[in-house]
């Protein structure tokens, strides 16, 4: 078992920057994945950004280029820093962590509101 405590989530401007963690448990070397999601009440959970065990990275398009995902093996944490916010950004944020064969585990989600 996995618990995951993701925190940073905070009301922020348009333009406006916040850095999100997601941290483990346990290690997290060994994790497949370590993956950023969103939801917003109402729509379907999206994915915002990946990281692999290898540090490969893929992002949604509608943040890449100002959001940055980012993992510290040794503290067993996961970052997002988010630049540029926009009001569409608004949403929970939830960490997975997916150790293969199956071992998925979530956090319980920040709330992150962009508005002025």
């Known amino acids: 078992q996995v618990q995951l405590v993701e925190s940073g989530g905070d009301l922020v401007q348009p333009g406006g920057s916040l850095r999100l963690s997601c941290a483990a448990s346990?290690?997290?070397?060994?994790?497949?994945?370590m993956t950023w999601y969103r939801q917003v009440p109402g729509k379907q959970r999206e994915l915002v950004a990946r990281i692999t065990s290898s540090g490969s990275t893929n992002y949604a398009d509608s943040v890449k280029g100002r959001f940055t995902i980012s993992r510290d093996n040794a503290k067993n944490t996961v970052y997002l820093q988010m630049n540029s916010l926009k009001p569409e950004d608004t949403a929970v944020y939830s960490c997975n962590a997916y150790y293969g064969m199956g071992r998925s585990y979530w956090g319980q989600g920040t709330q992150v509101t962009v508005s002025s």
């Open positions: 346990r290690s997290i070397f060994s994790a497949n994945d």
